[in-house]
């Protein structure tokens, strides 16, 4: 009977054995998993930033070429224009449009200050102001033209 106990101690030890070196194997292989996982998350993020730094790459060569175009642009442009006649003349109101608005104008409130029917006396003022402004601003228009034929 003494034999029993020692047996059954001996059983159990050696049971108790196996099956801590089945649990250190199975968390041996639980770090192993969890040390590849970690790899993976970081190659992960190494590959989405690389991807993020290739696309601002890409960006700032865009944005870069996109400059270089508008100052080819503007240096054509620059060329162009220094190349332009240079007696070229500005663009805007004639003399006679000129002299038709500011007689008209003039007209209205000589007309509206003269007349005791202010209304109708600004209409017909600015009517007659306006065909006397454009008359004189035909005129001056005429010998504008007539000096510039001269000079050249």
């Known amino acids: 009977m003494n034999k029993l106990p020692i047996s059954i101690i001996s059983a159990a030890i050696f049971m108790a054995s196996c099956n801590s070196s089945a649990n250190k194997e ?6 192993k998993q969890v040390a590849i996982d970690s790899m993976k998350h970081v190659m992960e993020k190494k590959a989405i930033v690389d ?3 290739t696309v601002m790459a890409n960006r700032e060569a865009e944005k870069k070429a996109e400059e270089t175009k508008v100052a080819e642009e503007r240096s054509e442009q620059a060329v162009a224009s220094s190349t332009t006649a240079p007696a070229a003349r500005k663009k805007g109101w004639n003399h006679t449009a000129k002299g ?3 007689g008209a104008g003039t007209g209205a409130i000589t ?3 003269v007349n005791k029917k202010r209304g109708e006396g600004a209409l017909i003022g600015s ?3 306006a065909g006397v402004g454009a008359g004189t601003g035909a005129i001056v228009d005429n ?3 007539k000096k510039r034929r ?3």
Do not use: D, H, R, T
């Open 26 to 31: 199975a968390a041996l292989l639980k770090e």
């Open 51 to 53: 991807s993020m730094n």
């Open 100 to 102: 038709a608005v500011v």
């Open 111 to 113: 007309g509206a200050i």
């Open 127 to 129: 009517l007659i102001g």
């Open 143 to 145: 010998s504008q033209k």
């Open 150 to 152: 001269n000079n050249n």
